[in-house]
């Protein structure tokens, strides 16, 4: 069944540290996106691609980078500048169109410690 | 620019009773309207969408919503509430013009379910 990937469902890292979290899809869908969810702020745009090679800012990217190689995967790298990484961050994928809303990952929850 | 409220962060309903989570939208231009529905630590899956067709949207689960031009909501409901409805609900807006495909989320509502 074609579908979105995040991996891991969990990780932890230590402060100053980069991570990288990972999101694949096999869909053949055109454009990603990566949300972060906080309790009560509902979802927050970071980065979004609607093409291979190419991606914008979203609403708070700072101490974010994001990279779209390839079609099927945008991991998101969450940076030592992030002041407040602790979070669940969601990866979604559209056809480019909006006719059918977003098909999202199951998410990682990232605790910083 | 779009928008979308959530009236009411936290819902609370017997079982069996109805459902009702609002959500009330900006837009210029005619929209396309979703709900989503999250379970606790999962992402979030679509229920129902609205994209210029029949104003009554019958979804997923036995949820329904009816877009209201006039009063600008699109309101979900379900005539009687399940232990498994318990879980987070976003209304999300995008204009039905847009290239950028770029959709707004509203705040999200939690819904509980009281034995």
């Known amino acids: 069944d074609g579908g979105i990937t995040q991996s891991p469902k969990y990780l932890f890292r230590k402060e100053g540290q980069n991570v990288t979290l990972s999101c694949e899809q096999n869909?053949?869908?055109?454009?990603m996106y990566w949300y972060r969810q906080d309790p009560g702020q509902g979802l927050r745009l970071i980065y979004y691609s609607q093409i291979v090679n190419d991606f914008q800012k979203g609403d708070i990217a700072e101490g974010y980078s994001v990279s779209r190689e390839k079609k099927e995967s945008f991991p998101l790298t969450v940076t030592s500048a992030q002041k407040n990484p602790t979070a669940f961050y969601l990866c979604?994928?559209?056809?480019?169109?909006?006719?059918?809303?977003?098909?999202f990952g199951s998410g990682t929850r990232l605790t910083v410690v | 620019a779009q928008s979308v409220t959530q009236l009411g962060s936290h819902v609370s309903v017997s079982e069996g009773a109805l459902v009702l989570l609002r959500c009330n939208y900006s837009?210029?231009?005619?929209?396309?309207l979703f709900w989503y529905v999250q379970y606790p630590n999962q992402g979030l899956q679509l229920l129902l969408k609205y994209t210029s067709a029949a104003t009554l949207v019958k979804g997923i689960n036995g949820f329904e919503a009816e877009f209201k031009k006039s009063e600008t909501s699109f309101h979900l409901t379900k005539p009687s509430a399940h232990m498994r409805d318990a879980a987070e609900y976003f209304c999300?807006?995008?204009?039905?013009?847009?290239?950028?495909?770029?959709?707004?989320f509203g705040s999200g509502t939690r819904l509980s379910i009281r034995p």
């Open positions: 837009s210029s231009v005619p929209p396309y």
């Open positions: 979604a994928s559209s056809d480019g169109g909006i006719y059918d809303g977003y098909t």
């Open positions: 999300a807006v995008s204009p039905e013009y847009s290239s950028a495909s770029k959709i707004i």
């Open positions: 869909l053949n869908h055109d454009a």
